[in-house]
């Protein structure tokens, strides 16, 4: 195990920010803490760092071998690219010449040779990023802490950054947990997500496991549209997203909509939400929220019946939960 | 089209105007009466320029370091202290800097007032001036520091709340220790601001007049407490040498500003193109 976090707890005031939260991360693996804003999440990377000091428990491999790469990546504006990624060797008295080759061999690895010279104010948000990559992994930490690293990037952007950071995670095997508040980032970029509600963990495990299988209603609606429905209303009821008995949780493409005349439901509203559609279905004066992508043409004051449809995601085991 | 711009240019110097040509009036005055013309209500009478006389002076030579001594003493001082309280505010938790804003009370606080304080407290009978045992020097430089450390940390802190606090942080994660951290990242924040500052405390303690007149030694005098016992408390033959030593300060605080605005020229201009 590379990063054992256990029981943390931190408060400010009367705010109680993380509650006994846990988290073990393995050698080399990409975990992301995904939360909504303000539940604590970079409080947690500020521990792991040791910027911040908890209340109580305890982490293992933090302190200074952990890098925490900001948001808004705070490179040094007096310092040059080749100055802000030699920073950390020069602080822990390198040879000039090993700095060079180690600073040059970055520079290129993160396409940064030509940059050497500028001061970060005139680099592009991708280029200062990558300044940013390139100094923490200099110094070959044993974490590399993430704080919302696609945040100040466009939506084009973003899944291309997502895949660059995950490939040079990989090539640098470098453990590292990274926060963020986006659900496509955090699917996109991790092996593992942790589901951050309340100043808790909730849910640890593969993006297909956290989206598929949640382990509770929280962590199913935080982690995208999700419909919460009677077992009674559905045709075909092998669900295993089981919410509570007698209920199942179902994602947009789990949910089948079939029109027909003596359907048991009412379409009362729909409307359309780019993939999918979000729509209030009535049946014995309940309403009922349904999320579906099938079919495209609904239409409002339909009658319809409900099944749902298996998705392959669904067969990955569940890896590990909290 | 650039006679259009050029009228546009000179447009925009106009409110500038009345203060240039007040200026430029004093000095015009203070240059020609010191070379001996127009001191006298007689058309036509004339003394001998003040220069040959203030060159050839041992007093005045005495004066212009110890007004130079003052000024560079009052200036270093100021600026330590006034950087180290900015740094000192700017490490301050939110909460307690409306506390913090007693820092900038010798700044409303007229120099006289200053001067009363310090001299109270450099009098013979008082603790400090006992310690001190330099009650001239020491009480001048003194108030100097009193009043414009303070206005050091303004300009300073001023420019320190826009400075990141977390380029500290990542720069301790980087393995960095404070005088490193303070070298690369601070210095090149604070410098610009504490060299403005420390340009304006030493033009201002080398040529005030009020404070070396309430607390300064009389022997040697300030240029300033010089020039106006020349003027006022001889006869008029010694104005020419007043005005000259005027115009010999107007032409070193020239020289001083334009040294330091050429050095800072040349710094913004490395840095740009490094």
Not at chain 2, 60 to 83: C, D, K, M
Not at chain 2, 199 to 214: C, E, H, M, T
Request: with cysteine; charged share 15%; hydrophobic share 50%.
């Amino acid at each position: 195990m590379n990063v054992a976090v256990d029981k943390l707890t931190k408060r400010f005031g009367s705010t109680h920010v993380l509650r006994n939260l846990s988290l073990s991360v393995s050698h080399g693996e990409f975990v992301s803490v995904l939360g909504p804003s303000g539940v604590g999440k970079t409080t947690l990377l500020k521990i792991l760092a040791s910027l911040e000091n908890p209340d109580s428990g305890s982490v293992q491999c933090g302190g200074r071998d952990a890098v925490l790469v900001f948001q808004d990546y705070v490179l040094f504006p007096f310092l040059t690219v080749h100055q802000n990624v030699a920073f950390g060797l020069e602080a822990r008295r390198m040879p000039q010449r090993d700095i060079a080759a180690r600073v040059g061999r970055l520079l290129s690895h993160f396409g940064l040779s030509e940059k050497a010279t500028e001061y970060p104010a005139m680099l592009s948000a991708g280029q200062k990023q990558r300044v940013a990559l390139a100094r923490a992994l200099a110094v070959e930490p044993q974490l590399l802490l993430l704080d919302e690293p696609l945040a100040n990037l466009d939506k084009n952007l973003k899944r291309d950054t997502a895949l660059y950071l995950r490939r040079v995670q990989r090539e640098f095997g470098i453990t590292t947990i990274c926060v963020t508040h986006d659900q496509e980032e955090a699917m996109a970029i991790s092996d593992r997500i942790a589901v951050m509600l309340d100043g808790e963990i909730k849910q640890l495990g593969t993006p297909a496991a956290v989206y598929y299988q949640p382990n509770s209603v929280a962590v199913a609606r935080f982690m995208g549209p999700v419909s919460v429905l009677p077992d009674s209303l559905l045709a075909c009821r092998n669900a295993s997203l089981a919410a509570q008995s007698g209920t199942c949780m179902l994602r947009p493409e789990q949910v089948v909509l079939h029109p027909s005349a003596s359907g048991s439901l009412l379409v009362t509203e729909v409307r359309l939400l780019g993939l999918y559609q979000f729509c209030i279905l009535q049946a014995h004066g309940v309403d009922y929220e349904v999320f579906t992508s099938h079919p495209a043409d609904l239409q409002r004051g339909q009658r319809v019946d409900i099944s749902r449809a298996a998705v392959a995601f669904e067969k990955e085991p569940v890896h590990e939960t909290n | 089209m650039s006679r259009s711009r050029s009228i546009r240019r000179a447009c925009a110097f106009l409110p500038l105007m009345p203060f240039v040509l007040f200026i430029a009036a004093g000095v015009g005055y203070t240059v020609i009466q010191s070379l001996g013309l127009w001191i006298s209500a007689q058309p036509g009478e004339s003394y001998p320029a003040g220069y040959a006389v203030i060159l050839r002076s041992a007093w005045f030579y005495q004066s212009l370091l110890y007004s130079l001594w003052i000024a560079t003493a009052s200036t270093l001082l100021s600026v330590v202290l006034g950087t180290l309280l900015a740094l000192l505010l700017r490490g301050l938790p939110q909460r307690l800097y409306p506390f913090a804003l007693m820092y900038k009370i010798p700044l409303i606080l007229p120099h006289v007032v200053i001067g009363l304080i310090v001299l109270l407290g450099f009098g013979r009978g008082a603790a400090l001036g006992r310690l001190l045992a330099a009650p001239g020097s020491s009480a001048l430089v003194s108030a100097y520091v009193f009043k414009s450390a303070s206005f050091v940390t303004l300009l300073v802190y001023a420019v320190l709340r826009g400075f990141d606090l977390r380029q500290l942080e990542t720069a301790r994660m980087l393995g960095a220790g404070a005088l490193r951290s303070f070298r690369a990242l601070l210095l090149p924040v604070i410098l610009p601001p504490a060299a403005t500052a420390g340009v304006i405390v030493f033009l201002f303690s080398f040529g005030a007049f009020d404070l070396p007149f309430l607390l300064g030694a009389s022997r040697p005098a300030m240029l300033a407490i010089d020039v106006y016992n020349r003027y006022w408390y001889r006869d008029l033959s010694a104005r020419p040498a007043a005005m000259a030593s005027l115009v010999v300060m107007f032409l070193f605080s020239l020289l001083f500003v334009t040294v330091y605005f050429r050095l800072v020229r040349r710094q913004k201009h490395g840095i740009r193109h490094v």
